[in-house]
């Protein structure tokens, strides 16, 4: 689950050497070996992934470190990946398909797609927990999504708006420097912010055979069933602080019918409903224990509109409230520690 490839670091070691740094010594202390950098097939640890990008923009007091590493890269689709979204008949089918299938570059990464009225928000998330800091793999994630368009329209994209959840790095005329838009901050979650006109723009390198193919040498190698657990309870991960999480929609983020994921879940003898609760009960025990966050914000990460409907479910599931947990969980720790 927390692996990424290496085409990940393309550009890194210019972009440090244009500062006079070395990347053997941002890789070293996180046991990254040099031979993975920019090899497709070779993956390591997202996490520290993460970390390497924090600690480089810290280094180099650069808080644009990860927008310019994306300016640098371009959409970082590489692979059957790339090929699939250029193919695709328009910007909208691009996405979707590459959504589909992004746990092939990345099971840490999580986009996923929101048609409203006018506009359609494309999300970003991670598999790390909400309490860690990652504003600069956050902030590059986005850009390479819009970075993505413009490959695929041909021409320069100009974004609706942009969101982040957490404060600025930069100033603001770095962020119009690199989205050209209106960027803002402390926002419920990070999104891209497309006019829907967007997605029915036609992808400039439209090739339906080709897309075809694809298609099918990604499900046939990619797509096995034995991780479809795993699959929805990312998704219910993902869509629980939305509070708008359902079968329904879990289906057509993984690209099928609400009635077929049903029938696979039924027939690995497990029901939608308890993957919701196995995922709050696991959640809630990693936000107690890893995170400062009150309860109020926990209930809502987990998608509780009542913080007393999840005290409820808390006490259900550990047989006290959260508070007792998290003190609990503080002790232990302080016990492990004296010993």
Sequence with gaps: MDSIRGTAFLQFGELL???????????VPHQVPLDVVGNYEKQFSYKSLVH????????LQMPEFGLELATRQGSS??????????????????????????HVYSPAIHYSLERRPGQALLYFDNALPCGM??????????????????????????????????PPQATRAVYQRYFDCPVLFRQAHNALTLASEDLQQPCSQYDPVLHDILRFYLEAHCMGEDDLQAKVGQQIQ??????????????QMLGLHARTLQRRLANEGVEFEYLVEQTRCRQ????????????????????????????????????????????????????????
Excluded at 312 to 333: F, I, M, N, V
């Design 17 to 27: 050497a244009s500062h006079g740094a070395s990347m053997r010594d941002f890789l």
């Design 77 to 102: 689709l590489l692979g059957p990946l790339q090929h699939l979204a250029r193919s695709a008949a328009t910007v909208g089918d691009a996405l979707v398909a590459v959504l589909r299938y992004m």
């Design 238 to 251: 993902i869509l629980l602080p939305r509070q708008r999480c359902s079968l329904e929609q879990v289906a």
């Design 133 to 166: 800091e990652t504003p600069q793999i956050v902030e590059k994630s986005i850009l390479h999504g819009s970075l993505l368009v413009s490959e695929l329209l041909g021409t320069v994209f100009k974004p609706k708006s942009v969101l982040f959840r957490h």
């Design 284 to 339: 809630a025990r990693s936000l107690l224990q890893n995170t400062a966050l009150s309860v109020t914000q926990i209930a809502q990460e987990l998608g509780y509109r009542r913080t007393a409907s999840f005290c409820r479910a808390h006490a259900r599931w550990y047989g006290c409230t959260p508070l007792e947990h998290r003190q609990s969980q503080l002790q232990d720790k302080e016990a492990a520690v004296g010993h």
């Design 52 to 59: 390497i990008f924090e600690d480089s923009a810290q280094a």
